[in-house]
């Protein structure tokens, strides 16, 4: 069975402190780790997705990276508007018997002060 | 920009009453997901469509939950009888491939609260 931890559970940052957040996982089979952004009470939305270790992907102030057994995303001088819920989930298993599922991990909630 | 329209935003439902919730993927895309997510918890997979075939429904209570893609396009999602633990946000989401590894694409959600 797949599991996806993501901590801390709460990250509070002053505007332009950087700072990351970790995904850790258990998976047979990685075919996906994926990150989403979650706004308060509105559905999760895409940011990046990471198939093998050492991959590296960028968007503006968000960089993340993957290694065999974690995910980190890398949150350089943030904004107050970046505040929001950040979601790891992980697709794993063989396509027959798991199909195309997320597993996500419950989020890290991250607050910019200005 | 494509996006995935669920409805209603927001559902208030009593407890035993039936309740339905309705999906638009975005166009072409040929894998629909239907997820609940609880307050401060990940969403959990209910069930997964490939065209109009359900191809992953281990999670889905089916004793009273039901769920249909007919012409696979959109779909509905029912829960008949809603009981106060299904207070949640309900999430459709869609991929554009048929297999594979894409991501998927989110809709707003439908807040169900049951009372």
């Known amino acids: 069975e797949d599991q996806v931890t993501q901590s801390p559970e709460a990250l509070r940052l002053q505007e332009g402190e950087s700072s990351s957040l970790n995904c850790s996982y258990t998976v047979s089979g990685l075919r996906g780790l994926f990150w989403y952004r979650q706004d308060p009470g509105k559905g999760p939305e895409f940011l990046f997705t990471l198939y093998s270790a050492g991959e590296e992907k960028e968007k503006e102030r968000l960089k993340a990276t993957l290694t065999k057994k974690e995910s980190f995303l890398h949150i350089t001088a943030p904004k107050p508007e970046d505040s929001a819920t950040y979601l790891c989930a992980v697709r794993g298993g063989r396509e027959e018997t798991s199909g195309s599922r997320l597993t996500f991990g419950e989020g890290t909630q991250l607050t910019v002060n200005p | 920009e494509a996006e995935v329209a669920q409805s209603p935003r927001y559902k208030i439902t009593e407890k035993s009453q039936a309740v339905a919730f309705w999906c638009d993927p975005i166009s072409g895309h040929a894998t629909l997901y239907w997820y609940r997510q609880i307050l401060g918890q990940g969403p959990e997979l209910l069930v997964q469509?490939?065209?109009?075939?359900?191809?992953?429904d281990s999670q889905l209570p089916k004793d009273r939950f039901s769920a249909e893609r007919l012409k696979g396009v959109d779909s509905t999602l029912k829960i008949q009888p809603a009981e106060l633990g299904d207070s949640a946000m309900y999430l459709c989401a869609s991929s554009p491939a048929p297999r594979g590894n894409t991501e998927a694409f989110f809709g707003q959600g439908t807040r169900l609260t049951v009372v």
């Open positions: 469509f490939q065209d109009e075939s359900v191809v992953d």
